[in-house]
């Protein structure tokens, strides 16, 4: 089980940007690199659906709803993820779960769940 650590979640208004964060703090790099990562969300009463992934090779996979405005990135000397929303919209209100995945080339990581962050927009 990797430990991850979330950060950036908040509340803003509609058209504003957050920038979300993943910490694995206890890997060491060649493993973080290793992995694909990636971010859901989960709004009330909803399904948990994937928002971003990235693989090892830095290939991408975004939800439709996001694409142009979302962006998932990585960072091996800080072992984070990245994932920058801009032109947030309420319908982006949702807690949202950083995952890993031992299969480097999955675009749908599942392996390891952060404990999620709040993002909510206010229009």
């Known amino acids: 089980q990797v430990r991850l650590v979330e950060s950036g979640g908040g509340l803003v208004q509609a058209g504003g940007s957050l920038r979300l964060s993943c910490r694995a703090p206890?890997?060491?790099?060649?493993?973080?690199?290793?992995?694909?990562w990636g971010w859901y969300r989960q709004a009330p009463g909803k399904e948990r659906t994937l928002v971003a992934a990235?693989?090892?090779?830095?290939?991408?996979n975004y939800a439709d709803s996001v694409k142009g405005r979302f962006t998932i990135s990585r960072d091996s000397a800080k072992k984070t993820v990245y994932l920058q929303m801009n032109n947030l919209q309420p319908e982006d209100t949702a807690v949202y779960f950083c995952?890993?995945?031992?299969?480097?080339?999955?675009?749908?990581?599942?392996?390891?769940w952060g404990q999620g962050t709040q993002v909510t927009v206010s229009s």
């Open positions: 206890r890997i060491i790099t060649s493993v973080f690199n290793s992995r694909s």
């Open positions: 990235i693989t090892s090779g830095r290939n991408t």
């Open positions: 995952v890993a995945d031992r299969d480097g080339t999955s675009l749908v990581p599942s392996d390891d």
